[in-house]
């Protein structure tokens, strides 16, 4: 089970974290996506991280702003929004996949497998 939290209300320029924690399944050989969405349009990659390899991969629409890390402790990934603008407004989601290496990223929707239910981020301008 994925379960995402984190979200919220904040004006434009300001950060949040994200954050997606894993119940009941190793995180080994597993790749943990987020993605985000807006009503009435599709569910679009924001970034990924492939647990085992930590290598990570961020959309293009977010590099330099949003960054993927994890916590092996506690089973959980972070996406940290920072500069936050008014087209970052949407439902986040995480979603996992199970991967052989620990090098494969996977970034499209069809991909995943497991699905949170989706955290709400509304950026004010």
């Known amino acids: 089970q994925l379960v995402e939290s984190g979200g919220g209300t904040v004006k434009a320029g300001n950060s949040l974290t994200l954050s997606c924690a894993a119940y009941g399944r190793s995180l080994s050989r597993v790749a943990v996506g987020w993605f985000r969405q807006v009503d009435g349009r599709s569910r679009e990659s924001v970034g990924a991280?492939?647990?085992?390899?930590?290598?990570?991969t961020v959309a293009d629409s977010v590099k330099g702003r949003f960054t993927i890390s994890k916590d092996n402790a506690r089973k959980t990934v972070h996406l940290q929004l920072n500069n936050l603008m008014p087209d970052d407004t949407a439902v986040y989601y995480c979603?996992?996949?199970?991967?052989?290496?620990?090098?494969?990223?996977?970034?499209?929707?069809?991909?995943?497998?497991?699905w949170g239910q989706g955290t709400q981020v509304t950026v004010s301008s």
């Open positions: 979603a996992a996949k199970q991967v052989y290496d620990d090098y494969y990223i996977p970034v499209q929707t069809y991909e995943y497998d497991y």
């Open positions: 991280i492939n647990w085992s390899g930590g290598g990570t």
